[in-house]
Structures are given as structure tokens and as C-alpha cells.
């Protein structure tokens, strides 16, 4: 169906779009090998197949919404969340739309086929979702941009030749990680960062995963709907 959503700017203006409120699966498959180079020419046949194929959920599912004790300080620092009595924090998830997890689940499970392969056994992935403009984009860590670097992500880029090897992150570009290449191409497509939802996560053991200390610089944390992962 076809609904309208009003969101407000942060200058306190109203914006009204017509968006499709349903996740279309072909749509989001194509996107999902965009974000790792792969090539999106399949037959019409063959995407009917897949939209209604059942897909079984990613390896380790059930860690999804459960930070690794080893992220609790990090994940403190920018969240007022509590470990529970077995010292693990769990993302609360009011407020979550749904459309965010489900674009999760699916980008796992395919990142997962190609781990070791297409990308390293380390690799992240990270969902967005913009609730206004209805768009769901992805990106993984280690892969080239698949959409032309946009001015503010220019920018947020440049600042690290401030610092020595122009990284904050010894051994990993700011300009690698999953979370910069997807906010790259929401911007493409005119999105908004104060409207948009980002979801992060370690593909191999789905644990969801904070901003490093580049990415903290990319993707500041007020700057957006909210950043689910920190």
C-alpha cells in the first residue's frame, strides 16, 4: 500500500512523501550485491523465484540485539543501556521499525555466503534505513564505494588528515568501514541523515557492532534518527 509520512527537519519544517510501506525482496537483493560489487543482471524469471523463495535466517541470529562483553565499554559510553545479570547489554528495541531488522537479517544471511570469498572473515555490515524517502541501503566493510563519494562524506574524510596515517583506527582506513559506504549512498539518494536508522553488525557472528573511532567521525552520533548499534 501507499501511505504518506510527514517528518520534521531539524530546522523545524515539514517534509510529506508518498512512500510504499512493504519490503520488496528482489529490490533489496539487487541492492545487497550492489554494496559488494556484484553485478545486478538477473532475469525477471529469476528474481520471481527468488522474492518468494523462503530464506533461512543467518548463522548466529540470535546474537543480533546482544553486544559482545568486550564492546560494553563502548557501548556505555555513548548509551545510558545496562548489561544484564549476566553482564551482557541487549539493544532496546521500542521504537525499532521493523523494516530495519528484517534488511538485517536478509543482508547477513547473504553477506554470509560470501565470507572468505567476496569479503574477509572480519568483514561488518551495516543497514540503513530512511522511514521518510522509504529507502533501505547497505554496505560492507573492505569494499570499494558503489556509488560516487558525496560531498559530506568528502568532507567527514578529509578531516583525518589531521591525524598521523590518517586514521584513527591503526591498520584500517576511515573510508573502509561498513557504516561510511552505506550513509554514502543514502546521501546519493538525497536522503537526510537526521531521518535515518543505522544498524551495524560483525557478519560471522552477527553481534552487533559500535562505531570505531573513524566511523564515531563519519557518522557523529547526533546526528541521526538513531544509530541502534552506538
Known amino acids: 500500500m501507499i501511505g504518506e509520512t510527514t517528518g520534521t527537519c531539524k530546522s523545524g519544517s515539514h517534509r510529506s512523501f508518498q512512500r510504499a510501506m512493504s ?7 539487487l541492492r545487497q550485491r550492489s554494496s559488494v560489487g556484484l553485478s545486478g543482471a538477473f532475469t525477471a524469471a529469476g528474481g520471481l523465484v527468488y522474492a518468494n523463495r523462503a530464506q533461512a535466517p543467518p548463522h548466529h541470529w ?28 541487549q539493544i532496546p528495541n521500542a521504537g525499532l521499525p521493523g523494516e530495519v531488522l528484517q534488511a538485517v537479517e536478509n543482508y547477513a544471511a547473504f553477506l554470509q555466503s560470501l565470507l572468505g570469498q567476496v569479503i574477509a572473515p572480519s568483514a ?34 578529509d578531516q583525518f588528515a589531521h591525524f598521523a596515517g590518517g586514521t584513527l583506527v591503526p ?31 560483525r ?22 534518527a538513531k544509530i541502534w548499534t552506538c
Open 203 to 224: 557478519v560471522n557472528d552477527m553481534r552487533p557492532l559500535p562505531r570505531c573511532a573513524n566511523c564515531q567521525i563519519t557518522l557523529p552520533w547526533g546526528d541521526y
Open 124 to 157: 561488518a555490515g551495516t543497514v540503513i534505513y530512511d522511514p521518510i524517502l522509504d529507502q533501505i541501503v547497505y554496505g560492507a566493510s573492505g569494499v570499494a564505494f558503489n556509488r560516487p563519494r558525496q560531498e559530506l562524506v568528502n568532507q567527514r574524510l
Open 23 to 29: 519490503y520488496h525482496p528482489w529490490r533489496q537483493f
Open 171 to 201: 591498520g584500517r582506513g576511515p573510508d573502509e568501514c561498513a557504516e561510511v559506504h552505506a550513509l554514502n549512498w543514502a546521501l546519493f539518494l538525497g536522503c537526510q541523515e537526521e531521518d535515518l536508522h543505522v544498524w551495524t553488525f
Open 62 to 89: 540470535h546474537n543480533h540485539d546482544l553486544f559482545s562483553q568486550a564492546q560494553n565499554a563502548r557501548v556505555s559510553q555513548v548509551a545510558p543501556w545496562q548489561a544484564n545479570n549476566q553482564g551482557v547489554i
